[in-house]
T-cell receptor, first 113, second 115 residues
Framework: DVKVTQSSRYLVKRTGEKVFLECVQD?????MFWYRQDPGLGLRLIYF???????EKGDIPEGYSVSREKKERFSLILESASTNQTSMYLCASSLDRLGNTIYFGEGSWLTVV | AQSVTQPDIHITVSEGASLELRCNYS??????LFWYVQSPGQGLQLLLK??????LVQGIKGFEAEFKRSQSSFNLRKPSVHWSDAAEYFCAVGALGTGFQKLVFGTGTRLLVSP
């Protein structure tokens, strides 16, 4: 089975802090994604990466950055956390660029106070 | 731009009754379509997917979905709901950008199962 692991399930951070959300997949997938989930809005794509050191903006990249130094690891960075970034963050991966199933991690609940 | 509409925010179904969750999409080309389920506090699990071929797709946990191009719909069905099916369900369309697929999600439908 594909395993997408988000190391932090629940975090509470203060406004202005730098926050790192880590995601690791164990299936040698090329593509990795970060989504944000909010009630009534569904999932929205923040950033994705199709190769090591490559990244592309999704639909809501403002206030976020990402890092992919190794194929299996994709990090989401909040440079200066704000209360409107309180949300559930979901990491995902897929084998190739076209049409293959995307697998999700269990999510990271971030609260910014 | 591609989009997905799930018109029902909440649905309540009695245990043992049949279920249909609605999904309409907007996409210019042949879509890749998915249904995911999310249990409370968990990530998303794939129920089924449609890429091409037979328009009636079977998935896990007894779910099925039917792709209807003329109606731009991909509704999810189950003949007999179990209490463990209570969860949030997301429909998604795989949108091909510049040689890259990303998922566009609907806003979800929360299923409640009554005894």
């Amino acid at each position: 089975d594909v395993k997408v692991t988000q190391s932090s399930r629940y975090l509470v951070k203060r406004t202005g802090e730098k926050v790192f959300l880590e995601c690791v997949q164990d299936m040698d997938h090329e593509n990795m994604f970060w989504y944000r989930q909010d009630p009534g809005l569904g999932l929205r794509l923040i950033y994705f990466s199709y190769d090591v050191k490559m990244k592309e903006k999704g639909d809501i990249p403002e206030g976020y950055s990402v890092s992919r130094e190794k194929k299996e690891r994709f990090s989401l960075i909040l440079e200066s956390a704000s209360t409107n970034q309180t949300s559930m963050y979901l990491c995902a991966s897929s084998l190739d660029r076209l049409g293959n199933t995307i697998y999700f991690g269990e999510g990271s609940w971030l609260t910014v106070v | 731009a591609q989009s997905v509409t799930q018109p029902d925010i909440h649905i309540t179904v009695s245990e043992g009754a049949s279920l249909e969750l609605r999904c309409n999409y907007s996409y210019g080309a042949t879509p890749y379509l998915f249904w995911y389920v999310q249990s409370p506090g968990q990530g998303l699990q794939l129920l089924l997917k449609y890429f091409s071929g037979d328009t009636l797709v079977q998935g896990i946990k007894g779910f099925e979905a039917e792709f209807k191009r003329s109606q731009s719909s991909f509704n999810l069905r189950k003949p007999s709901v179990h209490w463990s099916d209570a969860a949030e369900y997301f429909c998604a369309v795989g949108a091909l950008g510049t040689g890259f697929q990303k998922l566009v999600f609907g806003t979800g439908t929360r299923l409640l199962v009554s005894p």
